[in-house]
Nanobody, 117 residues
Framework: QIQLIESGGGLVQPGGSRSLACVATESIASIYDMGWYCRASGPSREMVAAITVSNATTYADFVRGRFTISKDNVANTLYLDMYDLEPEDTGVYYC???????????WGQGTQVTVSA
């Protein structure tokens, strides 16, 4: 079963930047649509950005123009580049892999991003 390992979280001042990475244990080139979700509070996770196997991207309204999602199919790694961060961006960021063939979703363990002065 595919596993996802996130990294790159930490404390960032408002207006700063941060890059997150998600390494998958198997190929994400052809059958996995990928995404980043954030849990700001409570149990629910909100979609931040997503990218398909064909590199089509989708962004939540509150991050569009500030965040960029990308992937490296050779390194099996998903990225989230975050710019002009705001305190409201604070939360645990989770990597998601959706298997297009098996209809199965896998989540990473999450990485904490805190935006504060």
């Amino acid at each position: 079963q595919i596993q996802l390992i996130e990294s790159g979280g930490g404390l960032v001042q408002p207006g700063g930047s941060r890059s997150l990475a998600c390494v998958a244990t198997e190929s994400i080139a052809s059958i996995y649509d990928m995404g980043w979700y954030c849990r700001a509070s409570g149990p629910s996770r909100e979609m931040v950005a997503a990218i398909t196997v064909s590199n089509a991207t989708t962004y939540a309204d509150f991050v569009r123009g500030r965040f960029t999602i990308s992937k490296d199919n050779v390194a099996n790694t998903l990225y989230l580049d975050m710019y002009d961060l705001e305190p409201e961006d604070t939360g645990v960021y989770y990597c998601q892999a959706k298997n297009r063939l098996q209809l199965h979703t896998t989540w990473g363990q999450g990485t904490q991003v805190t935006v504060s002065a």
